[in-house]
């Protein structure tokens, strides 16, 4: 596939910073893990065959009827509490009507005017600054299907011959989170629009809410920005980069919005109304439509549910039962891994890595050694893959069994790596692999002391350094012998006994 190339007229990131004010607005959308549909009994689960999860209701068949599912609302309210807005105690839906292929019934349920949260602030920290971004609203709605483009070569709609719908999404819960204007963030806008992202999908996934995974859309973001000529206070006209659905490309997108605004201002030119889509291989935004506003939507009461009216006694119930927020649980658990900033920045930047290492340390093994085979060969072995860390065969308790065979001198590291490997193959347990591939290292000292020996003497210059007081020259015979046991060797106890003979 060859990557398309934008036309857009770009300025200097650091011009439009000189020049402009940022203002942000992010609305995320957070598809909630419930084993059933918002409004029916349909499975939720991702990847079943097109439009087997799909029935009357979540269809928009005529004379079907919704009703709402608990488990949903009981979500919405925990991501609320934990958003640190206010719930309201009265709350219903709306219909929001527009047409898209993949909304089966026309129009989609959503809350407007009466949201089930309200007024929150989530407070963060980039490169050791504050920011807060003050959170307008948290509600409920139902997803949309997906459209399937068929006979181009990029799978989108450009090129394509036909298009096909599959509706086993309509009707996944969804929570819409959605900020007030974020301003004061100077030049760090697009990474705070990241850190915010990172700081949802970890608070989603410690609420049990949702897995979170913005590669399968169950976290997307539409990154909303404008300008403002320094000096000025009347707000810039937005745009909005829809379902941008990994960290990396919302932090990407934004900062190319901010340039091509600038650029689009700096030449006398006004800035349009519209959404705007991320090419993730060219690395820019194209126009989609121009954008609705809220009257476009003739929101109505929907008149098939009934109003939600949480008690308070419930609310406090589900307030008491939050937990460790994902700031809290990370400051805590550096100070007891006695982790370095370095260090530990290292493992928040690597998704999924934290709960790992907890889990690694949970099952025995030390906060560093979890830390190093996370974050080295296991972080390369998810690269080479195209998968998550978590996503890898391997279990964090075999990753604290490989950890005890070296502690206990049975394997070294470079043994370790090779039964990290077999593990990944699916070859068994970490003990098992090390007896059938007979990987345990070589304690017999009359070998050590027969390896040592050949290598002294195929090595005689280096012999003769560390004879005249070089001992850091045993690294080589140290490699040598190592090699020659096929690195089924003590490098410790190799290097005494070359000391040894050659003091």
């Known amino acids: 596939m060859s990557v398309q190339y934008s036309s857009d007229e770009l300025m200097d990131y650091d011009e439009v910073m000189e020049r402009f004010d940022v203002v942000l607005g992010l609305e995320v959308h957070v598809e909630l893990g419930t084993r059933s549909k918002m409004w029916c009994g349909c499975s939720t689960e991702f990847g079943g065959e097109p439009n087997t999860h799909t029935c009357p209701v979540c269809l928009g068949l005529p004379g079907s009827l919704p009703v709402v599912n608990k488990k949903a609302v009981e979500s919405a309210i925990r991501i609320g509490l934990s958003l640190g807005c206010e719930i309201a105690p009265w709350c219903r839906f709306a219909r929001k009507q527009y047409f898209y292929p993949d909304m089966p019934k026309n129009y989609q349920i959503s809350q407007y005017d009466e949201p089930i949260a309200f007024d929150g602030l989530v407070e963060l920290e980039v490169d050791g600054t504050g920011y807060e971004v003050p959170i307008e609203r948290a509600h409920m709605e139902e997803d949309a299907g997906k459209s399937l ?151 109505f009461p929907e008149p098939d549910l009934v109003p939600i009216a949480p008690s308070r006694e419930w609310i406090e119930q589900l307030r008491a039962g939050l937990p460790e927020m994902p700031a809290v649980k990370r400051a805590r658990l550096q ?84 039964v990290l490997e077999a593990v990944l193959a699916g070859e068994g347990s970490p003990e098992r692999i090390v007896e059938e591939r007979g990987l345990a290292v070589v304690s017999d000292e009359g070998a050590l002391s027969a390896a040592v020996d050949a290598a002294i003497e195929a090595n005689p210059d280096v012999a003769e350094k560390i004879r005249g007081g070089k001992t850091q020259a045993a690294g080589a015979l140290i490699g040598a012998v190592m090699k020659r046991m096929g690195g089924r060797a003590d490098a410790r106890r190799v290097r005494e006994l070359i000391i040894a003979k050659l003091s």
Not at 387 to 414: F, H, M, S
């Open 335 to 418: 100070s007891e891994w006695s982790f370095s900033d370095l260090e530990m920045r290292d493992v928040n930047g690597t998704e999924g890595a934290l709960d790992l290492i907890e889990s690694t340390v949970a099952a025995g093994c030390a906060p560093a050694a979890a830390r190093k085979w996370w974050l080295t060969e296991l972080a390369r072995a998810a690269n080479e893959r195209g998968v998550l860390l978590e996503d890898l065969p391997i279990a964090p308790a075999q990753v604290a069994e490989v950890q005890r065979l070296v502690e206990a001198g049975t394997i070294n590291d470079k043994l370790a790596r090779t």
């Open 149 to 299: 483009h068929v006979g181009g070569a990029t799978g989108r709609i450009q090129g394509s011959d036909h298009s096909l719908m599959d509706y086993n999404r309509a009707g996944v819960p969804l929570v819409e989170i959605v900020t007030k204007p974020i301003r004061g963030t100077g030049t760090k806008g697009p990474q705070v629009a990241r850190a915010y992202m990172a700081h949802l999908r970890d608070m989603v996934r410690a609420l049990g809410v949702s897995q979170g995974r913005m590669e399968q859309g169950q976290l997307r973001c539409d990154a909303n920005v404008s300008l403002m000529p320094k000096g000025t206070t009347e707000l810039g006209t937005r745009t909005e980069t829809k379902n941008v659905n990994s960290l990396r490309s919302v932090e990407a997108a934004l900062q190319y919005e901010i340039c091509r605004q600038g650029a689009v201002l700096a030449g006398g030119g006004r800035v349009k109304q519209e959404t705007r889509m991320w090419n993730e291989a060219g690395g820019f935004t194209t126009a989609g439509r121009s954008k609705e506003q809220a009257e476009d939507y003739r929101y």
